[in-house]
């Protein structure tokens, strides 16, 4: 059974500081792996999406990666701004169900506050 | 604008009540979703439908049910049977594109009075 983890569950830096989030998962046989932003009390906003043939995709200061082999993916952000202050998630999609095609495996996310 | 509205933002939850929590969506999109989400966990899946007059259970069917008469609205019921029913509720759709992200609506929170 997949299962994603996203770790540190929380954490806080100084504004201007480049970082990295981390999402991990079980199971290298993906369809695709999502990177979500979620302001507190908000739906989810989707920021990124690799396919399982892609090594990063990027948008603005953002950067994700995903290494199947070692079922790794990371966002970088770049520059960190208060603004980014949010929960972070990531998820996947499996390639080996039937209803793979609408199915989601989501981590618990990692809250990060950046100090101005 | 296209999007996803889920209405109320806050439901109050009585013994042994049934509540509906609205799902619509203007996208034009076959496929959506709801999902709970309780602190310091990941979205867990309880029924997603892929075309009209169809759904399925997901992880979490038990003690909720859903219809899917209209393809812009996905309304779910949490049930008395639902014992933990505190959470805060996320609908969600998506084209019919495999390749295409999930799109959210701001969701609903529920509590028990």
């Known amino acids: 059974k997949q299962e994603v983890t996203q770790i540190p569950a929380a954490l806080s830096v100084p504004e201007g500081e480049n970082l990295v989030l981390n999402c991990s998962f079980t199971?290298?046989?993906?369809?695709?792996l999502q990177w979500f932003r979620q302001d507190p009390g908000k739906g989810l906003t989707s920021l990124l999406l690799?396919?399982?043939s892609q090594r990063e995709q990027t948008s603005g200061r953002l950067n994700a990666s995903l290494d199947k082999s070692s079922g790794r993916s990371t966002l970088y952000i770049a520059a960190s701004q208060p603004g980014d202050s949010a929960t972070y998630l990531c998820a996947v999609r499996q390639t080996d169900r039937m209803d793979s095609n609408y199915q989601l495996i989501w981590g618990a996310g990692t809250k990060l506050i950046i100090k101005p | 604008d296209g999007g996803i509205t889920q209405s109320p933002k806050y439901l109050f939850r009585k013994e042994g009540q049934n509540v509906t929590l609205s799902c619509e969506q203007n996208l034009n999109h076959d496929a959506m979703y709801w999902y709970r989400q309780d602190p310091g966990q990941g979205l867990r899946l309880i029924y997603y439908s892929q075309i009209v007059n169809d759904f399925q259970k997901g992880d979490i069917a038990e003690g909720y049910s859903v219809s899917r008469e209209k393809k812009e609205s996905f309304p779910l019921t949490v049930t008395s049977a639902q014992k933990n029913p505190t959470a805060f509720y996320l609908c969600?759709?998506?084209?019919?594109?495999?390749?295409?992200?999930?799109?959210f609506g701001d969701g609903t929170r529920l509590s028990i009075l």
């Open positions: 199971d290298s046989a993906i369809y695709n």
């Open positions: 690799i396919q399982s």
């Open positions: 969600a759709s998506r084209s019919d594109s495999r390749e295409g992200p999930q799109h």
